[in-house]
Nanobody, 129 residues
Framework: QVQLAESGGGVVQAGGSLRLSCVVS????????MGWFRQAPGKEREFVAAISWSGSVTYYADSVKGRFTISRDNAKKTVYLQMNSLKPEDTAVFSC??????????????????????WGQGTQVTVSS
């Protein structure tokens, strides 16, 4: 069984920063790419960012480009999402997901939930104005 556990969420004022972490544990799943998604109240889950196994390829949603940075430390089995210049519209539950492929597919594919086999429970991020 594979577990993904997010942490680092909280309440922050607009313009502030947070760093989310996602730790992968359980059985070995080889090389895998990772994604971050978020879901705001009353809205569908949406793609935020993705990173390949090597970390050399990253994708971002247009809404977070230039403000968020995804990175990973494979030795620690951890993926990070550094979020800067946070806005009230960033308020959501942020979840990480793992895809059993080392390389990222097309952006249009990685933005969907289809490539990801394992999901975390999520961590709440609230940005106050």
């Amino acid at each position: 069984q594979v577990q993904l556990a997010e942490s680092g969420g909280g309440v922050v004022q607009a313009g502030g920063s947070l760093r989310l972490s996602c730790v992968v544990s359980g059985r070995t799943i080889g090389t895998y790419s990772m994604g971050w998604f978020r879901q705001a109240p009353g809205k569908e889950r949406e793609f935020v960012a993705a990173i390949s196994w090597s970390g050399s390829v990253t994708y971002y949603a247009d809404s977070v480009k230039g403000r968020f940075t995804i990175s990973r430390d494979n030795a620690k089995k951890t993926v990070y999402l550094q979020m800067n210049s946070l806005k009230p519209e960033d308020t959501a539950v942020f979840s990480c997901a793992a895809s059993p492929r080392p390389h990222l597919g097309l952006l249009t594919t990685m933005k969907s939930q289809t490539p990801y086999d394992w999901w975390g429970q999520g961590t709440q991020v609230t940005v106050s104005s």
